[in-house]
């Protein structure tokens, strides 16, 4: 198994621009978790689905954030507009099924100016 | 007060050390726990689960504590690769995982 894929895994844009972040969690998986990290708040938990319905999206920061997943095969994060305070590594995470371990993708490093 | 505490350290030991961390939770219901380990720019990785009559897996050990709310982590005779930020993780039902801060370990030779 190729484990959590996430895309990009760097990303640089202007204040301003829309972000899209992408995610494929682990086949057979039915909870998938974003989660955003930064040095002053460290991992914080943004939004989770099961079974594609969002559950708690309560640790979503504002409206500019929102999280959509279409299938069980793919998650996306868009940030619209972007600010230079939401820099971090995104990561997204697979888990579910009587599993509680959490499996977590390589991040994406989002760096806005 | 946050609901999942950890020192932040860094703790830095020397090889072959035993080190210990520890967590604090501050929601009673909780009903599992867990170590992740963070490498430096990695995304974290389960260590281990925390049961109630504490666990062992070589040379880590886990305990918990319910009636004082807080988990352990003992590490024995370190290793530079154990260098790492361990995350404690408190679970309080369905998905809903709290991720601690972390505390950093840096091994030293």
């Known amino acids: 198994d190729a484990g959590v894929i996430q895309s990009p895994r760097h990303e640089v844009t202007e204040m301003g621009q829309e972000v899209t972040l992408r995610c494929k969690p682990i086949?057979?998986?039915?909870?998938l978790f974003w989660y955003r990290q930064t040095m002053m708040r460290g991992l914080e938990l943004l939004i989770y689905?099961?079974?594609?319905?969002?559950?708690?999206d309560s640790g979503m920061p504002e409206d500019r954030f929102s999280a959509k997943m279409p299938n069980a095969s793919f998650s996306t994060l868009k940030i619209q507009p972007s600010e230079p305070r939401d820099s971090a590594v995104y990561f997204c995470?697979?888990?579910?099924?009587?599993?509680?371990?959490?499996?977590f993708g390589p991040g994406t490093r989002l760096t806005v100016t | 007060r946050k609901e999942v505490e950890q020192d932040p350290g860094p703790f830095n030991v020397p090889e072959g050390a035993t080190v210990a961390f520890n967590c604090t939770y501050s929601n009673s219901a909780s009903q599992s726990f867990f170590w992740y380990r963070q490498d430096c720019r990695k995304e974290p990785k389960l260590l281990m689960s925390v049961y109630s009559s504490g666990n062992e897996d070589g040379r880590f050990t886990a305990q918990l504590n319910r009636a004082s709310q807080y988990i352990s982590l003992l590490i024995r005779d370190s290793k530079l690769s154990d260098s790492a930020t361990y995350l404690c993780v408190v679970n309080s039902g369905g998905q809903n995982f709290v991720f601690g801060p972390g505390t950093r370990l840096s091994v030293l030779p």
């Open positions: 689905f099961n079974n594609n319905v969002p559950i708690d």
């Open positions: 086949s057979g998986h039915n909870s």
């Open positions: 995470a697979s888990g579910g099924g009587g599993v509680y371990e959490q499996y």
